[in-house]
């Protein structure tokens, strides 16, 4: 009949296997048809907080400089701008993660500054930087 002729129970050579089909794609069945493109140094949530513990400690250390809100204000502007282009490097070369944490609290640490110099501003009616 179908061509295959064997002793009764024994079982068919194509047994188990599944029918060819052409898959449909919504459901891939081999490997991707171009390669995956995996990142050399990932953010983790230690290289953030890492970057951001430091770029606190640079913050403050150098805040402590300015002797009144003007000094303070300067030195907070200067020492972001450093540790923005720390950053920067650490983005092309280094730890992208850190480098999150480090431009993350820079941007907290320049918006602390400036509110600290609109309140003075707000107090005394004079702009405070010059």
Not at 107 to 113: C, D, N, Q
């Amino acid at each position: 009949m179908n061509g295959w002729n064997a002793v009764p129970g024994e079982p068919r050579p194509d047994a188990g296997r599944p029918l060819p089909h052409t898959p449909s794609g919504l459901f891939p069945s081999g490997p991707p048809a171009r390669p995956t493109w995996r990142e050399p140094h990932p953010v983790t949530g230690g290289g953030v907080a890492a970057g951001g513990a430091t770029a606190t400690v640079w913050l403050l250390l150098f805040g402590l400089l300015g002797r009144d809100v003007p000094g303070y204000a300067w030195w907070t502007v200067i020492a972001g701008g450093l540790a923005w282009l720390a950053a920067a490097v650490l983005v092309r070369f280094g730890d992208r993660g850190v480098a999150t944490g480090v431009a993350i609290v820079t941007a907290g640490g320049w918006s602390i500054a400036a509110a600290v110099v609109a309140v003075r501003w707000a107090q005394s009616g004079d702009w405070p930087l010059w």
